[in-house]
Nanobody, 125 residues
Framework: QVQLVESGGGLVQAGGSLRLPCAAS????????MGWFRQAPGKEREFVAA????????NYADSVKGRFTISRDNDKNTVYLQMSSLKPEDTAVYYC??????????????????WGQGTQVTVSS
């Protein structure tokens, strides 16, 4: 079992920045890949970013490339999503997720085994 708790969400103006931490507990953190997803009202949950167990591989959705950065600190059992140059279309509930699969940076929701409760990010224009 892995328990995940996101924080750091809030209201920010377009062009601003936010950093979302996700704290993990339970299973050894270095044995799970981590991802961030988001879900806007009326839309399906979509992939945002993923990072491998060691942190050496990363993957991003095209919509966030160059603006968002995923990182992890295995000593602190925490994964981060640094978001910059935010746009109103980034408004969503952001979820972190953990995968036991060996695929380094999976992008499908079905590939993740554990989910946090989500944190709301609202970007005003």
């Amino acid at each position: 079992q892995v328990q995940l708790v996101e924080s750091g969400g809030g209201l920010v103006q377009a062009g601003g920045s936010l950093r979302l931490p996700c704290a993990a507990s339970g299973r050894a953190f270095s044995n799970v890949g981590m991802g961030w997803f988001r879900q806007a009202p009326g839309k399906e949950r979509e992939f945002v970013a993923a990072i491998s167990r060691s942190g050496t591989m990363r993957n991003y959705a095209d919509s966030v490339k160059g603006r968002f950065t995923i990182s992890r600190d295995n000593d602190k059992n925490t994964v981060y999503l640094q978001m910059s140059s935010l746009k109103p279309e980034d408004t969503a509930v952001y979820y972190c997720a953990a995968t036991l699969k060996r695929a380094a940076v999976p992008v499908g929701t079905y590939e993740y085994d554990y989910w946090g409760q989500g944190t709301q990010v609202t970007v005003s224009s």
